[in-house]
């Protein structure tokens, strides 16, 4: 059974960084052809497009979010992890993340449930 | 980065209905487009890939169709559940990019 489970702040101050975690089960993060992404979805509004890191290391980023955010994995822990800086209350929004399979030549296929990020004072 | 437009923004229809929602992409991404439904307070679910690959599991009243730069989606019998929003995304370029949205709703 695939499962994406995101974890982190449910409130961050304005300025601080925020750390997402995304814990993935039944696959691996090491498989060729695996790829775990970030989208985020303001509360009422359209789904954006943040990051995306494969198998093989190799990363994607949102031109207009790159100097904030940092995309990592951690193999030995089936984790991927977004770091963005410096938020703001623009960034207060859900944040998902989904899993890629480049064999499928779909786009994301399995999704976590998701998680509320409030950027407030 | 690519502009994804989709029409109508919502769409009243009633039970039984065939809806088509559009999708155009502001440069040509082949076929490389996927569809989303996503109910409220839910994570979206992929409902087709590649413009026109059913994923498993969904029902075959959703089709998709298309290629360059216009795509639809269309569901051949609105049922109770699929009153929900529904979204196209393309995945030819980064950095990936979504429509904003059609909400289907009951007329």
């Known amino acids: 059974q695939i499962t994406l489970k995101e974890s982190g702040p449910t409130l961050v101050k304005p300025t601080q960084t925020l750390t997402l975690t995304c814990t993935v089960s039944?696959?691996?993060?090491?498989?060729?052809?695996?790829?775990v992404g970030w989208i985020r979805q303001p509360p009422g509004k359209a789904l954006e497009w943040l990051a995306l890191?494969?198998?093989?290391?190799?990363?994607r980023y949102s031109p207009s979010l790159k100097n904030r955010l940092t995309i990592t994995k951690d193999t030995s822990k089936n984790q991927v992890v977004l770091t963005m800086t410096n938020v703001g209350p623009v960034d207060t929004a859900t944040y998902y993340c989904?899993?890629?399979?480049?064999?499928?030549?779909?786009?994301?296929?399995?999704w976590g449930q998701g998680t509320l990020v409030t950027v407030s004072s | 980065d690519i502009q994804m437009t989709q029409s109508p923004s919502t769409l009243s229809a009633s039970v039984g209905d065939r809806v088509t929602i559009t999708c155009r992409a502001s440069?040509?991404?082949?076929?490389?487009l996927a569809w989303y439904q996503q109910k409220p307070g839910k994570a979206p679910k992929l409902l087709i890939y590649?413009?026109?690959t059913l994923e498993s599991g969904v029902p075959s009243r959703f089709s998709g169709s298309g290629s360059g730069t216009e795509f639809t989606l269309t569901i051949s019998s609105l049922q109770p559940d699929d009153f929900v929003t529904y979204y196209c995304q393309q995945y030819n370029n980064y950095p990936w990019t979504f429509g904003q949205g059609t909400k289907v709703e009951i007329k």
């Open positions: 039944g696959f691996s993060l090491t498989t060729t052809g695996v790829g």
């Open positions: 989904a899993r890629r399979l480049l064999s499928r030549a779909s786009s994301y296929d399995f």
């Open positions: 440069q040509s991404i082949s076929n490389w």
């Open positions: 590649k413009a026109s």
């Open positions: 890191i494969y198998w093989d290391d190799d990363k």
